[in-house]
């Protein structure tokens, strides 16, 4: 297989949460490889995703905004739209009430 990317992916097994609708969607997911412009995640049904989201990165509460590039049943590829920001920044506070930000 062909690796397009300009950055490679390193392999990772972290929880993530895809968030979308302002904080009132969530999907947990599994991260599998990561970079700094993108990301695999697995997660057990892609068809009701939106395009655009939040990665939310537990071990390190990070949210990262997403551009789906790639979908199959049970994974898809995102690229990261900026940089990433801290659950706890004010920017974020629309999900301070979310049950993840431990």
Not at 51 to 66: G, I, T, V
């Amino acid at each position: 297989m062909d690796d397009r990317r300009k950055v490679p992916r390193r392999r990772v097994l972290k929880e993530g949460t895809i968030v979308y609708a302002d904080g009132l969607r969530v999907f947990d997911c599994t991260i599998r490889d990561i970079s700094e412009n993108g990301a695999r995640l697995l997660i057990a049904n892609t068809v009701s995703l939106p395009d655009k989201f939040q990665l939310f990165e537990k071990s390190s509460n990070l949210l990262y905004p997403a551009t789906i590039v790639w979908r199959q049943a049970n994974a898809i590829g995102v690229q990261f739209d900026g940089p990433a920001t801290s659950i706890h920044d004010p920017a974020n506070k629309r999900y301070a009430r979310l049950k993840f930000t431990r």
